[in-house]
């Protein structure tokens, strides 16, 4: 019995859950909530003044400004400007075309393979069709409250009706009951709207006389209330009109799938429809599940909170994801970066307060929030994979494109900066993307919603950048791509050709050159073992002329010396017989006398002897005579005959006896010679001779 009672209550929970479900839904749908995104000239850098919108059916955004034309990608602005950088006020597209209407010309536009806009201007008048211009088209049933405001521009789907006035954007159902009155008091930074482009069902742009709005109706996360109005969330609870919540601020209560904000009420009116929040879980995640693994990045969450079908929210910085213990098994429901809809969660809890199965009220830096994980489940089916827009490096030349269509892209060695920019396009309600670029990181860089990625002066080598993008549910899709650095002209595969080249010719050189220094070598060897040949053979023939020249010198010696022994004796001879004739007087005959007397004068004066003398002298002297005539021509016989005895180094007594002379002659001599020879009274007279 007590079964079937659990079971009737949990059937009844069942139905009333599904109730309020399907009330929600119900309201949801009568009057959706919207959430505006504003883009200012901070965010896309051009004129404030906005003419014209077009989404284009490959996800990108084109707007007319007084800059030229702007390009949004889902994630970067991109700028282009015609060569006069005209103002820009209408635009068209047709195919992969588009078409303008500027301040002076109008022209087309068409990306090149580097996917830049170029602009060509065109004389001709471009046909109205070209451009949307909802000004033209006959207005459809509105409320007397809009016809006040003077509507201008028109638009419509299916579901919402937009009407634009100087007071801003009006948004009413098929049949014309307002739901939204968008304007500066609220939402938009600009009342005054020049065009406005549905891209779907739920989202719509406006080109804004001050910057552009994205306005999303019925999103998956919008803000219920401020957080400067309302404060920080403690409880929430709910019946079938209204929403109640408990703040640091008191207690406030709104009307469900209003436009109205929170009022203040009594503790008392509030409280009795306010849940008791489960405690937050202080215990590790991966002790929750049965597959840790499965919860990857959120094994460290720092919040965990418990919700009813043994699911858990776990939050980790500003992103949440929901899993599910069920049949041993750890599910992911779905996640959210809170990054995607330019909102914060709060950095203390509590954040997340649940109201049914598929909505939660969370607390948020920028107010309460609602979120819709239904919605949130379904955003996948939307999915888009990320692409490059554009890709371009700088270097010392200035700045490259290069087609961002490919695999792989080639950069040069001394490149300074490549720029890539990721594109999710407007389609997707997700935009955050994450990188990865093997072999310089190891980890995932945080999401962001930025399109351009940059890197600077990356060494040689070929990385793998790897970008994933972010989605609510699965895998996040992932592209990749190859970005090879070509190394230095020094480290190519032809700079290593030129040094096996070069190390060849080195290696020739050096081979020819110790060829070259070896036979060098050899013939210097050669040459000096010649020269050593030619030196023993001058150095025997000077010693042989030494030998011969001391020989000769001897000889000299010799001669000279019995020279000078047979002028002594034959001196010796007549001194005796003058002697002997005095002492016997005419005793002795005179007969006799004279002739011994004539006999040995002419022994003392024999020509022979001094020619034989002056041979071996010039023999031994070299020549010595000969010199001394030609430097002194007026020496006479007998002054070269004392410079020779001289040269010999005799002494007086010697030369007087060679000479047959007296000692004073020799003197005498000797004082001429000097004078002839230009002497002075310091110079030895013998030095001179024997250095001449």
Known sequence: ???????????????????????????????????????????????????????????????????????????????????????????????????????????????????????????????????????????????????????????????????????????????????????????????????????????????????????????????????????????????????????????????????????????????????????????????????????????????????????????????????????????????????????????????????????????????????????????????????????????????HYLVPDTSMITLPHRFQEVNLFVSTTVFTPNHQFSYLLEGISTDWSEWQKEGKISFSQLPEGTYTLRIRKYVTKGTFPEITLQIKVLPAWYNTIWAYCIYVILLWIIIQSVLHYQLRRLKREEQAQKIREEELEQQRVEQMKNQMLETELQNKNNELTLQTSALVRRNKAIQAFLDELNQQKETLGDRYPNKLYNKLRTLMEEALNDQEDWLLFDSYFNSAHQNFINRLQQKYPDLTPGDLRICCLLRMNLSTKEIASLLNISVRAVELRRYRLRKRLELNNDTNLVDFLLKL
Not at 72 to 86: A, I, V
Not at 106 to 128: A, C, H, Q
Not at 188 to 194: A, E, G, P, Y
Request: aromatic residues 14%; proline residues 4%.
């Open 1 to 399: 019995m007590k079964q079937h009672h659990i079971y009737l209550i949990l059937f009844i929970f069942w139905l009333a859950g599904s109730s309020i479900s399907q009330l929600w839904a119900k309201k949801t749908f009568k009057n959706p909530y919207v959430l505006v995104q504003n883009y200012t000239i901070n965010d896309y850098h051009a004129s404030c003044q906005n003419w014209d919108v077009y989404v284009s059916e490959h996800g990108a955004l084109y707007v007319a400004n007084n800059s030229g034309l702007l390009e949004f990608d889902g994630n970067t602005w991109h700028l282009y400007q015609t060569d006069d950088q005209e103002s820009l006020f209408q635009i068209g597209m047709r195919n992969d075309t588009l078409f303008s209407r500027g301040e002076r010309t109008n022209g087309f536009w068409r990306y090149n393979k580097e996917m830049i806009m170029k602009y060509t201007p065109v004389s001709e008048t471009l046909p109205d069709s070209i451009f949307r211009d909802f000004r033209m088209l006959a207005p459809f049933s509105i409320p007397e409250e809009i016809e006040k405001a003077k509507p201008q521009l028109y638009a419509g789907t299916s579901v919402y009706k937009f009407v634009t006035t100087d007071e801003g954007l009006f948004i009413t159902d098929s049949i014309g009951n307002l739901l939204h009155h968008l304007s500066m008091n609220n939402s938009l930074q600009d009342n005054i709207i020049h065009d406005i482009c549905v891209q779907d069902v739920d989202q719509i742009w406006l080109a804004l006389d001050n910057g552009i709005a994205q306005v999303n109706i019925n999103p998956p996360v919008s803000r219920l209330g401020k957080r400067s109005q309302i404060g920080k969330l403690e409880q929430v609870g709910s019946d079938e009109d209204y929403l109640y919540i408990k703040t640091n601020l008191g207690y406030f209560r709104k009307e469900l799938g209003t436009q109205y904000s929170f009022t203040s009420i009594p503790q008392e009116e509030a409280e009795k429809y306010l849940r008791k929040q489960p405690d937050i879980i202080t215990q590790p995640a991966e002790n929750l599940f049965y597959e840790p693994a499965s919860i990857g990045y959120f094994n460290k969450a720092k919040y965990i909170y418990p919700v009813p079908e043994n699911m858990y929210w776990l939050v980790k910085g500003n992103e949440a994801a929901l899993f599910q213990n069920e049949f041993n098994t750890t599910t992911q429901k779905c996640r959210i970066l809170f990054d995607n809809y330019q909102m914060n969660l709060t950095t203390r809890s509590p954040h997340f307060f649940l109201l049914n199965d598929s909505m939660y009220v969370v607390s948020a830096m920028q107010g309460a929030l609602l979120v819709d994980i239904r919605q949130i489940m379904t955003q996948n089916m939307q999915l888009t994979m990320p692409t490059f827009h554009s890709i371009r490096y700088s270097d010392s030349q200035g700045m």
